[in-house]
C-alpha cells in the first residue's frame, strides 16, 4: 500500500512540475512516461533497499526527458527549476511530518515508509495541486511570495529541530537544504534582473543608433530646405515663368523636385519627447522600406514623470513585437500596423494594433516569443511589463481573427 501510494505521489509531482514549467496540460504520452518512469524507479529503490526520499532524483531524471521530448530549448533553467522544486518539496514533506509527529508524539508521521507516514506526503501533494489551480485559472505567484515560502522552511526546520525525534544529522540535512532553497531562488532573481538590464541596454543602444542615424537624416532635410529658401526668389521667378508660358508640366515637375526634401521633415512625427519622435520615426522609416501600412495617431502630453528608459522599453518592445509578427505574415498583401498613444487625465495609453498570420503563445496570461533564441527576446514583453508596472500600469493583450492588439496604460 506504500508502493502504491508513493508511486502515485511520484507521478503527481512529476506532472506538477512539468505544468509549473510548461504551463501546459500534460499529454497522454508524457503520461504515460511518467507513470512508466515512476513504477520503474519505484521498483528499483524496493530492490534496492534505498529510501524512498531517493525517489526525487528519479524523478528529475524523469522530468527532464519529458521536457526534451517537447523540444524545449532552456536545460539548463529547467534543471535548475526542477531542482529546486523537488528539494522544496522534500523540505515541506520533512516539515509536516515532523510537525505531525511533535503534536501526536507519534514518530511514524516522519517515517515515510510507514503507512501513517504517507500523510505528510499527500498534504503537500494537495497544497501543490491548489497552487496549480492557482496558477491555472491566470494568477500570478511572485518571487516574493516564492521568498517568503523559501524563508519559512528555514523557520520551519530550525523550529522542528528542538522537538523533533528524527536524527539531528537529518535534521541539519534538511537545514541545509532550506538554505540551498533560499540561494537558489535569490541566484534566479538575480539572474532575471541581469537579463531584462542587459535587454534593457541593448535597447538604450539601438535608441542611441536611432537618434544618431536621424539627427543625421534630418540634419541633411534641414540644409536642402535651407537652400530652397535661400534661393525662394529664383524659384519663384522660374515657376512663373513656366506658368506665363503654359508649359504646365514642367510648372508641376519642377514643384515636385521643391517638394521632395519638405515632404520627408513632413512625415516626420515630432510629439516633443525624443525618446517617443525616436522610436516612431525610426518605424516609419522602417515601415516605408518593407512596404508595411504603418499608421500613427499621437497624442503625446509634455512634462510627464516617465523615464525615456522606461518609454523606451515600453513602446520599442510593442513596436518590436508588432513588426516581428507583420513580417513573419507573408500571406497577407495589406500589412498593417497602427499606433494610437493618447492621454487621458494622468494616464498615458499606448496602444498598437497589428495583423499577424502565425502562432500567438500567451502562458500565464502573457506573451510568450516565437523567435528560436528565446534567452534575450523571452524578456522584451517581461522588460516592457515591468517598466510599466513602475507607473501603476498594465499590459493587455488580445489576438483575434488576425488581429494583434496590445494596450499599455502608465500612470504619471
Request: glycine share 4%; hydrophobic share 45%.
Amino acid at each position: 500500500m506504500t508502493l502504491i501510494s508513493e508511486a502515485l505521489a511520484s507521478i503527481i509531482h512529476i506532472i506538477l512540475c512539468l505544468f509549473f514549467i510548461t504551463r501546459k496540460k500534460t499529454s497522454l504520452k508524457i503520461l504515460i512516461i511518467s507513470a512508466l518512469g515512476t513504477i520503474i524507479s519505484c521498483a528499483a529503490i524496493l530492490a534496492s533497499g534505498l529510501s524512498f526520499l531517493y525517489l526525487s532524483f528519479f524523478e528529475i531524471l524523469i522530468v527532464m526527458l519529458c521536457l526534451r521530448l517537447t523540444d524545449k530549448t532552456e536545460k539548463r533553467k529547467e534543471l535548475f527549476f526542477c531542482i529546486m522544486y523537488e528539494i522544496g518539496v522534500s523540505i515541506w514533506i520533512f516539515i509536516f511530518g515532523e510537525s505531525l509527529a511533535a503534536l501526536s508524539d507519534r514518530s511514524c508521521f516522519s517515517d515515510r515508509n510507514a503507512l501513517s507516514g504517507q500523510l505528510p506526503l499527500w498534504i503537500t501533494n494537495i497544497l501543490l495541486i491548489v497552487i496549480a489551480i492557482f496558477l491555472y485559472k491566470g494568477k500570478e505567484i511572485t518571487l516574493q511570495a516564492v521568498s517568503f515560502m523559501s524563508v519559512s522552511s528555514i523557520l520551519g526546520v530550525v523550529t522542528l529541530s528542538e522537538d523533533t525525534a528524527a536524527p539531528n544529522d537529518i535534521t541539519f540535512t534538511y537545514l541545509i537544504l532550506s538554505v540551498i532553497l533560499l540561494a537558489g531562488i535569490m541566484v534566479y532573481r538575480t539572474n532575471r534582473q541581469y537579463e531584462a538590464e542587459k535587454e534593457l541596454a541593448e535597447l538604450k543602444e539601438k535608441q542611441a543608433e536611432l537618434m544618431e542615424r536621424d539627427y543625421t537624416v534630418l540634419n541633411k532635410a534641414y540644409s536642402e530646405n535651407a537652400k530652397i529658401f535661400h534661393d525662394m526668389h529664383n524659384h519663384i521667378g522660374t515657376i512663373r515663368n513656366l506658368l506665363t508660358t503654359e508649359k504646365y508640366d514642367k510648372a508641376i515637375e519642377y514643384l515636385d523636385d521643391l517638394q521632395k526634401p519638405v515632404s520627408n521633415i513632413a512625415s516626420t512625427v515630432w510629439t516633443g519627447d525624443e525618446t517617443v519622435d525616436y522610436l516612431i520615426n525610426s518605424r516609419i522609416a522602417a515601415s516605408e522600406k518593407e512596404k508595411i501600412n504603418f499608421e500613427t495617431h499621437i497624442e503625446f502630453p509634455k512634462g510627464t514623470n516617465i523615464s525615456g528608459a522606461d518609454l523606451c522599453a515600453v513602446l520599442g518592445n510593442l513596436l518590436d513585437n508588432a513588426f516581428d509578427a507583420v513580417r513573419q505574415d507573408s500571406v497577407r498583401k495589406n500589412r498593417s500596423i497602427k499606433l494610437i498613444i493618447r492621454r487621458i487625465n494622468h494616464m498615458l495609453i499606448i496602444k498598437v494594433v497589428n495583423t499577424f498570420n502565425g502562432k500567438i503563445i500567451v502562458s500565464d496570461s502573457k506573451l510568450k516569443t516565437t523567435k528560436t533564441d528565446g534567452r534575450l527576446h523571452g524578456w522584451g514583453m517581461e522588460s516592457a511589463r515591468t517598466a510599466a508596472e513602475k507607473y501603476d500600469g498594465t499590459i493587455v493583450t488580445t489576438a483575434e481573427n488576425g488581429i494583434f492588439t496590445v494596450v499599455a496604460t502608465l500612470s504619471f
